[in-house]
């Protein structure tokens, strides 16, 4: 076999046989070198597979039996997992240079990609540990009013941006400020490709530090139809779960750029507010009459109201109604002025109602839909069904007491009202 032998640097000798050139074969120092690199690579196969097999179990059980919380998050990231690679990177790095025979270039080659490995583990394993101390972080009470999800993101990006500039300096023999110094002229196109990032890392700040957005926060957004809850604010997105369930992503910036409502200080000052309105029928308003006025002074909500009204309009009425008995000049109890003293004293009395809130009830300008009277109030209840039950209630009776003061609410006409009018006609 002339053409391998002056491959492997032999000289051809037809006078020996083939067990003699096959020893002069493997005794070539590359040969040697190969067999031994081949061996290194395999004791470090099996030092890893011993390691993870075996090593992390005792590991696990330990960590186990421990009261500590932080080491089960470490380990359930992963972290001494992805450790692990660098004890066989270092034994097959200082392995190399015991391995007689191997070119200056190929083990110059070997131990630049041993080093880059080194760093790419040193990276991941970094990876991991921040995502470890995220998760004891969210374990914290102040996890809730201070996020830190994008500063860790933005930590692994800048991590692996020097890993990289790293490992390519090694790998191409320059020193990593010489690949830095080109950086500048790149900038531009960084921050064309990288502009949302940006943008979105000063929004996540100003969301933060000014505590403008928390996780599980009720947020309305009607710029991107978004309106629920808050379940993932990230580097670049903040993800909203809708009533409906479904999911909008609104990219962060977009928070600084649009304005957005927060629910969260309703939740925290334990009020939810009403603010809604009965329109009545104008033609309904009139005067109380004395009947009225006796039987409205027995209600156990309007006594110390009517009381009041009855001795203040009969001093009003005695210095000016009396002059030539013009009754224009007297004053009198309307059926809508008693309404609304009866809604206002029945919320003041409503256990389910804020007292230490504001409490109005007050009569709108007209409409062609009638004279609205609006019910300003908060519930001490803002659990959203439990606040609509609430509501609810409140105009039920509002609703079902009006025509006791000789008052209706407004409806606009039907088509079985427009027939009815004409079967009458």
Not at 37 to 64: D, N
Not at 80 to 96: D, E, K, M, T
Not at 122 to 135: E, K, M, P, Q, S
Not at 278 to 284: D, F, G, L
Request: glycine share 4%.
């Amino acid at each position: 076999m002339p053409g391998l032998d002056r491959i492997a640097g032999i000289t051809y000798n037809p006078e020996k046989d083939d067990q003699g050139r096959i020893l002069d074969f493997m005794n070539a120092p590359w040969a040697r070198s190969t067999v031994a690199l081949l061996i290194l690579f395999a004791g470090v196969l099996l030092l890893h597979f011993i390691t993870r097999r075996f090593i992390f179990a005792a590991v696990h059980r330990i960590i186990r039996r421990t009261r500590a919380q932080w080491d089960e998050e470490f380990f359930a990231a992963r972290v001494p997992h992805r450790a692990a690679f660098i004890v066989p990177l270092l034994v097959f790095r200082f392995g190399l240079t015991w391995i007689d025979g191997l070119s200056p270039a190929l083990s110059d080659f070997l131990l630049r990609l041993t080093a880059a490995c080194m760093i790419l583990v040193g990276a991941v394993t970094i990876d991991a540990i921040l995502t470890a101390l995220h998760r004891l972080y969210q374990r914290l009470p102040v996890a809730a009013t201070r996020p830190i999800k994008s500063y860790v993101q933005l930590g692994k990006i800048a991590m692996y941006a020097i890993a990289v500039i790293v490992i390519v300096g090694n790998l191409a023999g320059k020193s990593p400020l010489f690949l830095v110094s080109y950086l500048g002229a790149m900038t531009a196109i960084i921050l064309l490709i990288f502009r949302d990032t940006l943008l979105s890392l000063v929004a996540s700040v100003q969301l933060t530090n000014n505590d403008l957005v928390r996780v599980g926060d009720w947020i309305e957004m009607p710029q991107f139809d978004a309106d629920g809850d808050v379940v993932d604010i990230a580097l670049n997105t903040v993800k909203v779960q809708n009533w409906d369930k479904t999911v909008t992503v609104i990219p962060t910036h977009k928070f600084l750029e649009h304005s957005f409502r927060n629910w969260r200080a309703m939740f925290e000052t334990g009020g939810r507010r009403i603010k809604r309105a009965i329109h009545i029928n104008t033609s309904t308003i009139r005067f109380l009459t004395e009947e009225e006025i006796e039987r409205f002074s027995r209600f156990a909500l309007l006594r110390d109201y009517m009381q009041k009204k009855i001795e203040e309009l009969r001093a009003h009425n005695a210095q000016y109604a009396g002059q030539n008995g013009v009754i224009m000049n007297a004053r009198r109890l309307t059926n809508i002025g008693t309404l609304r003293a009866y809604i206002d004293a029945y919320l003041r009395n409503h256990p389910k109602i804020r007292q230490d809130m504001t409490l109005l009830v007050r009569q709108l300008a007209p409409t062609p839909e009638g004279v609205p009277i609006e019910i300003y109030a908060f519930t001490a209840d803002t659990r959203w069904a439990f606040y609509e039950t609430i509501q609810a209630d409140i105009f039920d009776h509002i609703l079902s007491m009006v025509p006791e003061f000789g008052l209706s609410v407004y409806q606009r006409p039907s088509g079985r009202d427009v027939t009815a009018v004409f079967e009458e006609v």
